[in-house]
């Protein structure tokens, strides 16, 4: 007969054989403000897109802790003349469908981001591509273009023969529909650390990481995630500190002493270059295309007050696009609360009764965002502005944002090239469907100046030019109340010690839970 010590050698010695100890199957239980709302990744330009992205596709290259920018599908890349980057992709990289990852795949990407609505003001320096062999691309741009790797962050290449041909219904699996029912809405194939296994719209999501993932030396060793929408911020913390959760995403500053005075769970917290801000509908209202009504507007939202009172001093309060660190950002322009010029202002501009409209926000998208819209109202009511104020979950907002169902609409936007002109690219210059710029241009704010230097910016080398050009355009939108800036917001998250969470998060808010280990 063996002993026990015996025989708990020997099945440890048949699990390590068959590939597997007791503890190696890890299962995070995750729960956000909402899950994904399309699985295609060039539906909605968005966090949550990202973060869905990061899960089950892979970018060309990504941003690191540091924000510098590490390989991740492209090993290597070099410049080849001005115009032109060659990126070197990995070999023996699949899809989940099986399919191999190939540079047909990448420009067959790069092609699709360039026809997505939410996608192409991104790509429009980009002239196009050409394919060197199975393994080897070049990216070309119409004009010298010094964010092109930035760019490249957002190519998460898609399975071009997954997505080719016809659905059940007869319509193309490549179809880019944002709100309708497409093929790549509800079907993805991609070469991330997961696998999609079951999703329930609005309410929950279940990943499976992918036995022939390509990256073998990544640390992370979570098998299975299991994400719940949980809108509510208390309500998440709950599902945390009750255990029903292993990690949480966002955490309401509100939150952030009950959080830390829990022995077992860490928070973390970073302040971010997203900018909280509010735009007003010119062709909606006439009163918002007067200078002075968006003055007074401005002079009346004090949104130090916002971020004391609301975000808990969890956020900035900013007078700009560009925060301190970004080219575009001009250190003179600060928050401008004034309630009694705001008054007069209203007063010389004709409306010293003010007048009445309509606004809308999310509730479910920005930190305390339906907080924020409440306290924007009652401080518009001070100049005799009356608001009615309507917020919805985000699956809702953007559909109702797109149509521009509000004469006030709130917008939150993280620079997708982590540089200044990114801002005015979409929500400041004229709206432009055939371009993509302006896209998220709610309020119909148009200035050739603006769109001038913009577009200058964007292919001059010299550092101090181009941070001149877009200096002066944070001067002008600022002089003209192009928006009403509220706040760069921080973000955080929460989680249980036995999830190592401060390796994998950012602050672009994209948590790289591939790489993500549990004990």
Known sequence: ?????????????????????????????????????????????????????????????????????????????????????????RKGVTFHSGNPLTAKDV????????????????????????IINDHTIDLITKSPYPLLLNIATYIFPMDRLFYSGVDDLGKPKDAIAKFEPSFARDN??????????????????????????????????????????????????????????????PVAPQDYDQVRLVDGVRLVTTATPRIILLQLNQDRRPEFRDVLVRQAIVHAINNRAIVDAVMKGAATAAGQQSPRDYVGHVEGLKPRFNLKRAQKMM???????????????????????????????????????????????????????????????????????????????????????????????????????????????????DAAKRGAMLQRVEQLLYDDAAFVPLHWQNISWAAWKRVDLEPIVNALNNPYLGDLVMH
């Open 1 to 89: 007969m063996l002993s026990s010590y015996r025989v708990l050698t020997v099945l440890l010695l048949v699990l390590s054989l068959l590939g597997a100890t007791p503890a190696a199957a890890k299962t995070l239980h995750l729960a956000m403000d909402a899950e994904p709302v399309s699985m295609d990744p060039h539906a909605h330009l968005s966090t949550g897109t990202l973060q869905f992205s990061h899960l089950v596709f892979d970018p060309l290259l990504r941003w690191t802790q540091a924000m510098d920018i590490e390989p991740r599908l492209a090993h290597k890349w070099e410049r080849i003349d001005a115009r032109t980057l060659r990126f070197h992709l």
């Open 107 to 130: 420009e067959w990407t790069l092609q699709r981001l360039k026809r997505s609505e939410s996608f192409k003001g991104i790509f429009e320096p980009v002239a196009g591509s050409k």
């Open 188 to 249: 993805a194939s991609g070469t991330g650390p997961y696998t999609v296994t079951e999703r329930v719209p609005g309410t929950r999501i279940i990943f499976e990481r992918f036995a022939s993932y390509w990256d073998t030396q990544s640390p992370g060793n979570v098998s299975r995630i299991e994400l719940s929408a949980i809108g509510d911020a208390s309500d998440r913390v709950n599902a945390l500190l009750a255990g029903k959760m292993d990690m949480i995403m």
């Open 347 to 461: 007063q010389k501009a004709g409306y010293p009764n003010g007048f009445s409209c309509t606004m809308i926000a999310p509730n479910n998208r920005y930190i305390n965002d339906e907080k924020i819209a409440a306290t924007v109202v009652s401080m518009l009511a001070k100049i005799n502005i009356r608001v009615k104020l309507t917020t919805m979950d985000k699956a809702r907002y953007w559909e109702q944002f797109d149509a521009r169902q509000g004469d006030i609409q709130m917008i939150g936007w993280h620079p997708d090239t982590e540089d200044s002109a990114n801002y005015s690219e979409y929500l400041t210059m004229c709206p432009n469907k055939t371009t993509g710029y302006g896209k998220d241009n709610s309020g119909g704010y148009c200035n050739p100046v603006v769109d001038d230097l913009v577009l200058r910016s964007q292919s001059e080398l």
